[in-house]
């Protein structure tokens, strides 16, 4: 059974952090591609940042570059997404995604998310 478990989230100042996790299990964690998205209320979900099956590489939105930092720990099975600098329009639930290419196969499996709020 393939599960994403996001924890972390919750209420924050203006200006202040928050760590996300996401812990999987049923598949092989270090064979897949990690990722963050977010949903804002009336939006689209939209891509945070990513990670390769290594770590070895990392992207990151531009709204969110210099303000955040995504990690993993392949023996934990547990990818991490550490938000600093948090401003109100941060506000979104926030899912985790694990992605994996096998020929023309795609595999995909996202989280149940994690809200994340922003407000004074």
């Known amino acids: 059974q393939v599960q994403l478990v996001e924890s972390g989230g919750g209420l924050v100042q203006p200006g202040g952090s928050l760590r996300l996790s996401c812990a999987a299990s049923?598949?092989?964690?270090?064979?897949?591609?990690m990722s963050w998205y977010r949903q804002a209320p009336g939006k689209e979900r939209e891509l945070v940042a990513g990670i390769t099956s290594t770590g070895g590489s990392t992207n990151y939105a531009d709204s969110m570059k210099g303000r955040c930092t995504i990690s993993r720990d392949n023996a934990k099975n547990t990818v991490y997404l550490q938000m600093n600098s948090l401003k109100p329009e941060d506000t979104a639930v926030y899912y985790c995604?694990?992605?994996?290419?096998?020929?023309?196969?795609?595999?995909?499996?996202w989280g149940q998310g994690t809200q994340v709020t922003v407000s004074s």
């Open positions: 995604k694990a992605r994996r290419m096998l020929g023309t196969r795609d595999y995909a499996y």
């Open positions: 049923g598949f092989t964690f270090s064979s897949y591609v």
